[in-house]
């Protein structure tokens, strides 16, 4: 397999169980609907884990733009794959939000409230402050790609450290995740929201376009303070 097939495919696994398991807990009438924050961070935290393990060995399971940029910032990744890289990522958000999409078709007309179908498809803020949503998601993208560089350079089992990336994705959600809903990838948000756009969801609202950049600045920016740190660091 490609490495620009294993990231599509990767990316749009992250996104059927992530942009899911969201579907699951708020829409109206499903079975998991109203189980809660802890049920939408630990189905993320495997959407992240289930792909990186099957993918990791033949494209590094980036899924995420700005890790992507960041490891070639830092000389870990050739930069002249980056664009490769981001547009099988960005394909393969879309695909998998239009999966969910359709996976949830009936509950979406169930459903009456704009906000909560968007927000199946991607991240908008507990408290809207650009500012602050900004540095929140700078915040925690810094610390999804410091974590990560960090374990790497421990001694794991083999396997054993996929695992632990996905606890990352886990603590990062538990504990930072709140104000911005932790986009800290750009692929993540920008892609399901352009599905959102393009899709004839019944009863939807708009995409909104006004918040949709910083999900894509703050990861990057994260993602590069995070990159610099450890190499300074290590």
């Given at each position: 397999m490609?490495?620009?097939?294993?990231?599509?495919?990767g990316?749009?696994?992250?996104?059927?169980?992530?942009d899911?398991?969201v579907a699951?807990v708020?829409l109206?009438r499903?079975?998991g609907?109203?189980?809660g924050?802890?049920v939408?961070?630990w189905?993320?935290?495997?959407a992240?884990?289930i792909?990186?393990m099957?993918f990791g060995?033949?494209?590094?399971a980036?899924?995420n733009?700005a890790?992507?940029?960041?490891?070639a910032?830092i000389?870990k990744?050739?930069?002249?794959?980056?664009?490769?890289y981001?547009?099988?990522q960005?394909?393969?958000?879309i695909?998998?939000?239009v999966l969910v999409?359709?996976?949830y078709l009936?509950?979406?007309?169930?459903?009456?409230?704009?906000?909560t179908?968007?927000g199946?498809?991607?991240?908008g803020?507990?408290?809207r402050?650009?500012g602050a949503?900004?540095i929140?998601?700078i915040?925690g993208t810094?610390?999804l790609v410091?974590?990560?560089?960090?374990?790497?350079t421990v001694?794991m089992?083999?396997?054993?450290?996929?695992f632990?990336?996905g606890?990352?994705?886990?603590s990062?959600g538990v504990?930072?995740?709140g104000t911005?809903?932790?986009a800290i990838?750009?692929?993540?948000?920008?892609?399901p929201?352009?599905a959102h756009?393009?899709?004839?969801i019944?009863?939807?609202g708009d995409s909104?376009?006004?918040?949709?950049?910083?999900?894509?600045?703050?990861?990057i920016?994260g993602?590069?303070l995070?990159a610099f740190?450890f190499?300074a660091?290590f």
């Amino acid at each position: 397999m490609s490495t620009f097939l294993a990231e599509l495919v990767g990316t749009m696994c992250l996104i059927l169980l992530g942009d899911g398991v969201v579907a699951n807990v708020i829409l109206k009438r499903t079975k998991g609907e109203n189980s809660g924050w802890i049920v939408i961070t630990w189905g993320w935290a495997c959407a992240v884990l289930i792909p990186a393990m099957i993918f990791g060995g033949i494209s590094g399971a980036h899924f995420n733009p700005a890790l992507t940029i960041a490891l070639a910032a830092i000389g870990k990744f050739a930069w002249a794959d980056v664009p490769m890289y981001i547009i099988a990522q960005m394909i393969g958000a879309i695909i998998g939000a239009v999966l969910v999409w359709i996976h949830y078709l009936p509950h979406w007309a169930e459903t009456e409230d704009q906000g909560t179908k968007l927000g199946v498809f991607c991240t908008g803020p507990a408290v809207r402050s650009y500012g602050a949503n900004l540095i929140s998601e700078i915040i925690g993208t810094f610390a999804l790609v410091f974590f990560i560089l960090g374990l790497g350079t421990v001694d794991m089992a083999a396997g054993l450290g996929t695992f632990v990336v996905g606890l990352v994705i886990l603590s990062i959600g538990v504990s930072l995740g709140g104000t911005t809903g932790y986009a800290i990838n750009p692929a993540r948000d920008l892609g399901p929201r352009i599905a959102h756009a393009i899709l004839p969801i019944a009863g939807k609202g708009d995409s909104d376009w006004s918040y949709a950049w910083v999900p894509v600045v703050g990861p990057i920016i994260g993602a590069l303070l995070g990159a610099f740190f450890f190499a300074a660091i290590f």
